[in-house]
């Protein structure tokens, strides 16, 4: 059989790269042909690859064709007029909101790129994703054969020898902290350096941060890094770069933890890297990073660095709890053998191949207005709650879309499940819900949902960063609410004001059904105005 | 730290929340002026707009297609206005192949021209949080020490 896969670009020693070359060559092991088309590369891969615009030529009805998504790739027209079976691999795409004010260009990107998951889905047999957090938004997005693919990692490649020199510097009795990774806004490197700082003044103050990945000094996150670096004023602060395999060999083997602040990983490979390296790692447990860790290390839901720098310093200084945070590691570590994850990859896959993939319900692309009200269950008490309530109550064919509780797993039915007397369609946000006072964070396969949807839509709030991320794509369906005493972003309400104009309404949290009058007579004489306009 | 923000299984959230608990104290002082310094550190959103000195030159970036053509000349100018649309009419596809390139250029020094302001702004952003934070630390040590100033 002919099994290829497609990549926008093939880098060398990226996560999406190593799994590429890893699919490959488990695919050429169980006798398929097997080859890589990508649009560029690296030039270390020049002779892995072949050029993304022959595809369409040599693809024949009998091909199959693994086309991996993570970022804007302009290839839906080439993926369209190619001919064979083809099967989606995501790796989810980093919100957008994560680079606002930092990177123009990937605002850009990671929006097209989303929009490009839309349009890859009716030239697609079926969609696989590395972890049930990027699998939901497949589902958000009307996917309708899902499944989960087990990231498989090459753990001989973490077996290079340490650089004795590096070594010899950092094992100085010095308390190590490690943040392995490209400095992009993404990664909050900003908020390892804030922990680090008061992990230093607190607790131990012989200790030194490693950050090992490019930062870009001439990019705007790059200087704010090094701006923050000398406002939070912490000593020994070392910024390596990019660093080769036995730099950071040695990076880790003198480590004492390993430091994960990010908001956004679809599966995270370096914390897996640190377990296997007998490195204890503490991390935020924003997007699919808590079911990489698998209830394995310390993963916080409070991104308060006086809290997190407490569990550096609880590791360095409980040897008993350390050793039983190291022993759970490794089990995991062990899970996740080569030859367990290459049985588990080809039972996937053979599913793939057949067109025996696991029917999803997915949700339905049509009902005649979404009520999307984020904090529905996580805060039922709070004036647009109430008010989505009252809306349900008089709009019955409406579907209301919320986000999951805190703590509850990404799951790949999405609803309706009944929460406070009302049919409710959950979705995992893209980082742990907070306590009150605290804004709500967005939910990539909530936005992606509304997206696909063709009916008119309700922001009930509209200064959540879920409304945010949606006021642009929604247009003339888009209706929202304002509550002006919960509210004082004045860039989110001009945003909604410029979007939808006289279709913004002010919450009266005195007269909740005065609110609910208002909107459902605006909702109803925007349907009369289409049907004239017909 | 409180277990309820704990994802552990072994050891469990609760024996590591307890094992917080038995970390020495930070004094009252100590926390509050780490506290003030990271709140000082925080990042206002900064509004995605473009830098307003770059406005004109986005709005000229696209070099394929020009202003409407029209003439104040009484009788030629309906006819060269004729031509030229024509002109533009037949010929914008050719004309669009010929500057894609160009246009593509523009573009690509426009965002270079974007991230070199933004940073620009983001040092003056640190600069200023670095002095007045300390200032702060200065006014801090005048109080904590009245007899060092007048020296």
Redesign the interface.
Known sequence: MHIHQLVARLAWGDAIGNQVRYLQSLLRSWGHTSEIYAESWDDACRDQVRSAKSYPRESTRDTVLLIHHSFESKQVPLIARSRGRKLLVYHNITPARLF???D??A?LSCDAARLELLALRPHVDGAFAYSRFSAEELVAAGYRHVDVLPFAIDWDAFDTPPDPALLGELDDGFSNILFVGRAVPSKYV?DVL?VF??YQ???QPKSRLLVAGNIHR???YG??L???K????PEHIRFMGRVSAAQLSACFASATAYLSMSRHEGFGVPLLEAMYRDVPVVAY?AAAV?ET?G????????RD???VA??L??LE??PA?RQ??L??QRARVASLSQEAVAAQVRTALQGGLEGRMPEQATVPAAPPVELVCPGFVTRPDAPMSRLARELQRRLPEARMLALRAR?EEPSLSLGPQTTEGAPVWHFTPDQPVGPTPEPLPGSSSLETAVRASTGAVVLLGTDTAVAQALLQDVGRRGWGVRDAAASS?E?AIESARHHLGTRLLELNRADIHATADMLVRSLASKKRGSRHAR | ??A????????TAQ??AA??E???E?TTA??DT??R??T??L?A????L?PALLLEARAKADVRYVEPATSHRPVVGPVLVFAKRTFRGAFQPFINEVLRRQVHFNEAIL?AL???I??Q???A???A??RR?LDARLKQLEKDDPGASSH
């Open positions: 606002a004010g930092f123009r260009g605002v900003d804030r700082t008061a003044r607190l607790y001439d990019a705007p200087g704010f090094h701006g923050l000398d406002l939070l004023g447990g808590p860790m209830g394995a290390g310390l993963t916080t839901l409070s660095p006086l809290d407490q569990l310093a609880v200084r409980e709890l039983q945070v022993a759970a703590g972003d860039t | 730290m409180h309820e923000d704990l994802l552990t299984l072994d050891p024996a590591v094992a917080t038995r970390l020495p930070p100590m926390r780490l506290r310094t990271l000082a550190s990042r959103p900064v509004a995605g473009w965002d974007t991230v070199v933004e940073n702004r983001e040092h952003r640190s600069q949080l670095w934070e």
